[in-house]
């Protein structure tokens, strides 16, 4: 089975601080997601990254940074944390180009930004 | 016009009863369709996927896509309250990317 597993399930921040989220796959997976969900707007992607060092920003990626220094792993930052940043953070993973579709996901970050 | 509309329900519906869910699209490049399903405070997981349009049967669920209406649809016969969760719709066209639906909660009553 793929596991994809986030660091933390809950997280509380203060306005302003610096927060790495972090996300590991076991499946050796090409490609790696962070979304963020919130009610009324669905699934949102942040960035996305099809192989180690590369990323391309998805829809919503002013605030957010990451970085992917092995093929496992994959971290989301937010440089400033604001409150309008208060969501639930999904990392997910694909095989490959062609499984885009496929995606695993890992069990979510509750971020609250205070 | 958002690329993928699904009405976010809530939809109640009595054990044994057929579920239907269905989202619209815009886009025409989208060729795989897919359907995840997500319990409370959890992932979301991957139910089914159609390539291109047609039919597709697992057990219970039947996914149905038609690419002349931009419509899908997801049907769950002989529901069970272990079906209940939220379903949402994805698509993908080609661009490294999924188009999600805001999502479709589903509750079963025993």
């Known amino acids: 089975d793929v596991k994809v597993t986030q660091s933390s399930r809950y997280l509380v921040k203060r306005t302003g601080e610096k927060v790495f989220l972090e996300c590991v796959q076991d499946?050796?997976?090409?490609?790696m997601f962070w979304y963020r969900q919130d009610p009324g707007l669905g699934l949102r992607l942040i960035y996305f990254?099809?192989?180690?060092?590369?990323?391309e920003k998805g829809d919503i990626p002013e605030g957010y940074s990451v970085s992917r220094e092995k093929k496992e792993r994959f971290s989301l930052i937010l440089e400033s944390a604001s409150t309008n940043q208060t969501s639930m953070y999904l990392c997910?993973?694909?095989?490959?180009?062609?499984?885009?579709?496929?995606?695993?996901f890992g069990p979510g970050t509750r971020l609250t930004v205070t | 016009q958002k690329e993928v509309e699904q009405d976010p329900g809530p939809l109640s519906v009595p054990e044994g009863a057929i579920v239907s869910l269905n989202c619209t699209y815009s886009n025409s490049a989208f060729q795989y369709f897919m359907w995840y399903r997500q319990y409370s405070r959890k992932g979301p997981e991957l139910l089914m996927y159609t390539y291109s349009s047609g039919n597709k049967e697992d057990g219970r669920f039947t996914a149905q896509v038609d690419k002349s209406s931009k419509y899908i649809s997801l049907f769950i016969r002989d529901s069970q309250p272990s079906d209940s969760a939220t379903y949402l719709c994805?698509?993908?066209?080609?661009?490294?990317?999924?188009?999600f639906g805001k999502g479709n909660q589903v509750v079963v009553i025993p």
């Open positions: 997910a993973s694909s095989p490959g180009q062609r499984n885009i579709y496929e995606q695993y």
């Open positions: 990254s099809y192989d180690v060092k590369m990323k």
């Open positions: 994805a698509m993908e066209g080609g661009n490294n990317r999924l188009a």
């Open positions: 499946m050796d997976h090409e490609n």
